[in-house]
């Protein structure tokens, strides 16, 4: 067989077929198992899930992670948080790669030119290899809106409105993919019937998972948290910070002299670009209105691999953004940009990789809890921010009550956890008011790094102007 004809034949791989589904399932597991056993995610959400998960299984109490709520994930970890970060992490990466095998027969039955290339981006990604290894929820969402896909696709409306329901109450923005689902149901036979299968399966599940939300916190659990930031200045950098600064560029190279297959598409109706074009401007308007996480684009990832194979004719522009998109961001990014200790965005040309910096910030991250954990202090307030929902996991001498190791209301910014023991109390913020008081009664106020800034952002007052001492963890 001729060179080129065998790297086309690898390009179109069919993963789903035997030996090679193994290959893929065997590649996928060992890539992830140095990341599962470095706690539940850098991100202090994964904490917070944690500690909902640990709360219902042993006190049978109900403290969502954060509004406006993650009932799934918190459901199903409380059944194995007694076996701790390895298996909930372990839990993640199952679903994570069934949304993989989903994928590869999507593809498949797409009958998708460079498919084999495809799934193994969707694999690889550095992204979602990060994502698919600890207790954050977004691999769950993503997972069952590509399985609700799938089942459109077989014409299987109310399973797929199921699993609609399953990513809804995974994350709540999945409901905003209702209408472009509803588009393509719709667009296959234009029956009522169909779409009316699918909207139902989707609200009687999602209204299943979030009853207990609603019967625990009334209508609160339906918050959302604006933030005083420019909304398209870290919408970009999130974007490069999730993908790499070259397959960005290259991406939007691509789109540009795409721009007249996409603009035809459009005109004459293609059902499917127009779908795929859909998801990703709704997921791209909901990031862009709420850039906090580059994570809050793994939904579009999917839809945007596909999207991105059929508009573009030249087959080789797509093999070098898979592989820049696989490349240029895993151990070793090239291009980069990230924040300075002024808070300043700068570009790195040679930097650590998206995965191995996760791997050394995780790391980090217990070994500084634990630290925080041993200081000798009494008598005191200790102001720690982000490294609340942390502590009250790993520290089993704190808890929010006095009876018993209680700690999911230390997810919130004004609840803490207690030591009782030495009387220190650990809190995310302390409003200015409240410290005063505090310190009447005697309380030192410590705070860790990173909290004068935050403090500052946040209730608009420098703890050094109140005698406020900081806590310097590293050096102990």
């Not at 909930?88 to 009958?111: C, E, P, Q, Y």
């Not at 329901?165 to 393509?184: K, M, N």
Request: proline content about 4%; overall charge neutral.
């Amino acid at each position: 067989m001729p060179w080129k004809e065998r790297i086309n034949s690898l390009l179109d791989l069919d993963w789903t077929k035997t030996p090679y589904i193994f290959i893929l399932i065997l590649s996928f597991v060992l890539s992830r198992i140095p990341l599962l056993n470095l706690g539940f995610g850098i991100d202090a959400d994964a904490w917070r899930i944690a500690n909902s998960a640990f709360d219902l299984r042993n006190s049978h109490v109900y403290h969502t992670s954060r509004f406006p709520g993650y009932p799934l994930p918190e459901y199903v970890n409380s059944l194995i948080i007694g076996h701790g970060w390895i298996a909930t992490n372990s839990m993640t990466m199952i679903l994570s790669l069934i949304s993989v095998i989903f994928f590869a027969r999507i593809l498949k039955d797409l009958n998708v030119k460079n498919k084999g290339l495809l799934v193994l981006t969707y694999a690889f990604l550095p992204v979602l290899w990060i994502n698919s290894t600890n207790t954050m929820d977004y691999m769950w969402a993503l997972t069952f809106i590509v399985i609700a896909w799938f089942f459109v696709l077989k014409k299987q409306y109310a399973f797929a409105g199921l699993m609609m329901g399953l990513a809804i109450g995974s994350r709540i923005t999945s409901a905003i993919l209702i209408f472009p689902f509803l588009y393509l149901i719709w667009m296959e036979n234009r029956r009522i019937k169909d779409c009316s299968h699918f909207i139902v399966s989707a609200v009687i599940v999602s209204f299943l998972l979030f009853l207990p939300l609603f019967l625990t916190y009334g209508f609160k659990f339906l918050t959302y948290y604006p933030g005083k930031i420019n909304p398209i200045l870290y919408a970009g950098y999130h974007l490069i910070e999730c993908f790499g600064l070259l397959p960005v560029f290259f991406g939007f190279a691509v789109l540009v002299v795409s721009l007249k297959t996409i603009f035809e598409s459009i005109f004459r109706g293609d059902k499917d670009i127009l779908f795929l074009l859909s998801t990703i401007v709704l997921i791209s308007i909901l990031f862009i209105k709420a850039p906090y996480e580059a994570e809050y684009l793994i939904p579009a990832i999917p839809f945007g691999l596909l999207f991105i194979n059929r508009i573009c004719k030249r087959r080789e522009l797509i093999v070098f953004l898979c592989i820049l998109l696989l490349l240029s961001n895993s151990f070793v990014s090239f291009c980069t940009v990230k924040r300075n200790n002024e808070g300043k965005i700068v570009i790195h040309t040679i930097d650590d990789g998206m995965i191995k910096r996760n791997i050394e910030e995780r790391t980090e991250q217990i070994d500084y809890t634990q630290s925080l954990m041993n200081v000798n202090i009494n008598h005191s307030v200790v102001i720690i921010g982000w490294y609340l929902p942390i502590l009250s996991y790993l520290d089993k001498k704190v808890s929010y009550s006095k009876d018993s190791k209680i700690i999911g209301d230390a997810n919130y910014e004004k609840k803490g956890v207690w030591n009782f023991e030495k009387d220190v109390w650990y809190r995310y913020l302390v409003p200015l008011d409240e410290l005063q008081d505090l310190q009447n009664k005697g309380y030192t106020i410590y705070y860790i790094e990173g909290m004068q800034d935050y403090t500052e952002r946040v209730y608009d007052y420098d703890l050094n102007d109140y005698n406020c001492v900081y806590l310097d963890v590293a050096s102990r």
